[in-house]
């Protein structure tokens, strides 16, 4: 068993290591929790100990074969329950996730099996995030942001990077949510800022940093 910020470490890692294809340092671990690099350190060597990381200077940190099993299982409660939260207690989008950072670490083996089961084995959660499967097979994630696709396409919002509450409001306030179609109109070349289209309904434009936190099919 861990501690829940031992948790929250492993969860990090994890998902550092589904975006980027690049070494993990202290500092991206650091920058991911919002905490300070000295704490980092002291919680890798914890985590070394309990053989739950590899940590090496020049290569970064990789979770090992036991490290990687308990933080897709981590993962897993957290996409679960953000699900639950959101079709079957009728919470927002942009409520669901700091419920599901508390929930997520429930210390009961089958618990996360029977929710799978009940909620009819979903593959993704409500942000478009893919849901770890109990033999820890992760159904296909999406990587292509709408800030680098082309113009005068069209394209279905599959998933969003940024789940802060601020962004998924601000995505409310547009009706767009996963499953929403989108087409790019034009990328303006003075700030990356894009011209869309959403749902076909007339012309919006977003930041370049918009477009860098909402992910496409």
């Given at each position: 068993m861990h501690t829940l910020t031992e948790e929250n470490y492993l969860k990090a890692i994890f998902r550092i290591s589904q975006s980027v294809d690049v070494k993990i340092t202290p500092t991206a671990i650091a920058e991911a929790l919002g905490?300070?690099?000295?704490?980092?350190?002291?919680?890798?060597?914890?985590?070394?100990?309990?053989?739950?990381?590899?940590?090496?200077k020049?290569?970064?940190?990789?979770?090992?074969?036991?490290?990687?099993?308990?933080?897709?299982?981590?993962?897993?409660?957290?996409?679960?329950?953000?699900?639950?939260?959101l079709e079957k207690l009728n919470y927002n989008w942009d409520e669901i996730h700091a419920i599901a950072e508390e929930l997520e670490h429930i210390q009961d083996d089958t618990l996360a099996d029977r929710l799978d089961k009940f909620l009819g084995f979903p593959e993704y959660d409500p942000h478009g995030d893919p849901i770890p499967k109990a033999n820890g097979k992760v159904p296909k994630s999406y990587s292509v942001t709408l800030?680098?696709?082309?113009?005068?396409?069209?394209?279905?919002?599959?998933?969003?990077?940024?789940?802060?509450?601020a962004f998924l409001q601000y995505l409310l306030k547009l009706n767009?949510?996963?499953?929403?179609?989108?087409?790019?109109?034009?990328?303006?070349?003075?700030?990356?800022?894009?011209?869309?289209?959403?749902?076909?309904?007339g012309n919006t434009t977003v930041s370049q940093k918009f477009g860098e936190n909402i992910l496409v099919d």
């Open positions: 905490n300070n690099p000295a704490s980092v350190i002291d919680m890798i060597k914890k985590l070394t100990e309990k053989k739950l990381i590899d940590y090496d020049r290569e970064g940190v990789k979770l090992t074969d036991s490290g990687l099993n308990d933080a897709i299982q981590i993962v897993r409660k957290h996409r679960l329950w953000e699900v639950f939260l800030a680098n696709v082309k113009e005068g396409q069209s394209y279905r919002v599959a998933a969003v990077k940024d789940t802060s509450s767009i949510g996963i499953g929403t179609d989108i087409k790019l109109i034009e990328k303006i070349s003075f700030d990356n800022s894009l011209v869309i289209s959403i749902g076909g309904k």
